[in-house]
């Protein structure tokens, strides 16, 4: 069984960065698209990036494209998301999750990923 773990979080002025990490373990992540999520306070959980199993190809958010990468290394089963020119409505509680198989398609909706972590807060100051 899949398990996900959240680090990188924090407090962090406008304009800053911050690095987020999601450690796996239990199985390998080479057959699972691997997404970020956020949910702010009052409002649903939303989809901000995912890469698929080889990490070849990626998709953002228009929210967040042009600011936000996301990485993975499957070796070290880890996905990582560098999150640059932070504004407040960045903030928010932010979830690694895993999508199984290997599709031909890109997975953006949480109904589509079957594991998720416990998240991580971001909370971004102007």
């Known amino acids: 069984q899949l398990q996900l773990v959240e680090s990188g979080g924090g407090l962090v002025q406008a304009g800053g960065s911050l690095r987020l990490s999601c450690a796996a373990s239990?199985?390998?992540?080479?057959?699972?698209?691997m997404g970020w999520f956020r949910q702010a306070p009052g409002k649903e959980r939303e989809f901000v990036a995912v890469a698929s199993w080889s990490g070849a190809r990626t998709y953002y958010a228009d929210s967040v494209k042009g600011r936000f990468t996301i990485s993975r290394d499957n070796a070290r089963k880890a996905v990582f998301l560098q999150m640059n020119s932070l504004k407040p409505e960045d903030t928010a509680v932010y979830y690694c999750?895993?999508?199984?198989?290997?599709?031909?398609?890109?997975?953006?909706?949480?109904?589509?990923?079957?594991?998720w972590g416990q998240g991580t807060q971001v909370t971004v100051f102007s």
């Open positions: 239990g199985r390998t992540l080479s057959d699972c698209d």
């Open positions: 999750a895993a999508a199984f198989g290997r599709l031909g398609l890109l997975r953006t909706a949480p109904s589509q990923f079957g594991s």
